[in-house]
């Protein structure tokens, strides 16, 4: 069986530079607006969203915990 590293499958790093943590995971105008949609600002919900969105846009596909 292949390593993890040896997939084509994406994966998060362990070791986030502050740069790509502003480019890559930072909410766009569009993904607020689309968890504002789908609930309340203040809510739990709606940072879990975001999260989601941001790991699904990065990887590909969903990840669940």
């Known amino acids: 069986m292949a ?3 040896q997939t084509a499958y994406p994966r998060i790093k362990s070791d986030i530079t502050e740069d790509e943590l502003g480019d890559v995971y930072t909410p766009t105008p569009e993904d607020q607006k689309f968890a ?3 609930c309340k600002r203040t809510s739990a919900s709606f940072l879990g969203l975001l999260i989601q969105l941001k790991i ?8 669940f915990l």
Do not use: E
Not at 56 to 63: K, S
């Open 36 to 38: 504002l949609r789908h």
């Open 3 to 5: 390593a993890i590293y």
């Open 56 to 63: 699904t846009q990065r990887l590909g596909r969903c990840v």
